[in-house]
Structures are given as structure tokens and as C-alpha cells.
């Protein structure tokens, strides 16, 4: 589920903000592990028959799969925590602990789903109030993101 609404009492809402994500840390070390362990015998095999330049490329494959594995498993597990009291709104943004930490006063802030000039680009879900503003659930399908508006305007409109 994209987004969760975590906390539901009268003085505190919160929603949380995540990607999808395919699979976890664990499905993909397994992923790499049987596409390097088959990448390897292919390789070591043709190398034993004297094309030697084989060995070193599939080793080059391997390091750049394992570095685009590590870094879309990094990019995936981002969240954002949007906190909604009866004055303020908090939205933290990180992976294990909160890494930028915003506040915007309830009164004054104005979710905006702003479209782009042409189809190519997706939209954007911004937070607006005096003069400053953060987009929220960049990661998000167009979908999601209306979704997403349609929830954070009832939470903070109460």
C-alpha cells in the first residue's frame, strides 16, 4: 500500500507516505546470488576453453547489476510521515529515522495537485503555506498521487 493512515485520534492524524516496492532486501540478495552463481559457471566454463576475456566482462556485469540492485533497493525505501495536529502539520521525510523534518501551520496550508504543462510529466503534490512549500510522493503513479491529495485534504480540512 502506497500510503497508511498510521494514527487516527482526535489530536493527532498521521498518514505514511512509502513507494512500492517489488520485493524486499532479502528476495534480492537471493535474485543476485543465482544470477551471479550462473553468470560465474558460464563464465569460469568458457574460460577453461581458452576465451579468457570472458571472465573479467562477466565480472564487470556483475559489480554493475549488484550496484543497480543496491541503489534501487536505497531509492525504495524512503517514507514520509505527514503528522496532523489541531495547529500544526509535520511531515517528516527519511529512511530509518526522519533526515529533513518540516512544519507548516494548519491554518495556512494548502494541499495543491499541480498539473503539468503537457502529458509527458507527471503531476505534483505540493504543501503550500506563506511563501514555502515541499512536494509530497514524488515516488508516486499519477493514481496514487490524486489519491493521495484526496486523503490529506480530509485530514487536514477537519
Known amino acids: 500500500m ?8 482526535e489530536l493527532e492524524k498521521t498518514i505514511m507516505v512509502m513507494p512500492n516496492r517489488a520485493m524486499s532486501w532479502q528476495h534480492i540478495m537471493m535474485f543476485y546470488f ?3 552463481v550462473v553468470t560465474l559457471s558460464i563464465a569460469i566454463n568458457f574460460y577453461i576453453q581458452g576465451l579468457t576475456l570472458i571472465l573479467p566482462f562477466a565480472g564487470l556485469e556483475i559489480v554493475a547489476l ?10 525504495s525505501n524512503i517514507k514520509e510521515v505527514v503528522s496532523v495536529t489541531e495547529e ?10 526522519p533526515e529533513k523534518v518540516y512544519e507548516f501551520d494548519k491554518a495556512w496550508a494548502k494541499i495543491v495537485l499541480e498539473k503539468s ?17 515541499i512536494e509530497l510522493g514524488k515516488f508516486l503513479n499519477e493514481q496514487e498521487r490524486q489519491c493521495l491529495e ?4 480530509k485530514v487536514i480540512n477537519n
Open 2 to 9: 502506497f500510503f497508511n493512515l498510521t494514527n487516527e485520534s
Open 117 to 133: 504543462w503537457n502529458n509527458w510529466y507527471p503531476s505534483r503534490l505540493l504543501l503550500r503555506s506563506h511563501g514555502k512549500q
Open 88 to 97: 500544526k502539520i509535520k511531515i517528516e521525510i527519511g529512511r530509518n529515522t
Open 66 to 75: 549488484g550496484a543497480v540492485l543496491y541503489i534501487s533497493a536505497w531509492r
Open 34 to 36: 543465482v544470477i551471479t
Open 150 to 153: 484526496v486523503e490529506l485534504k
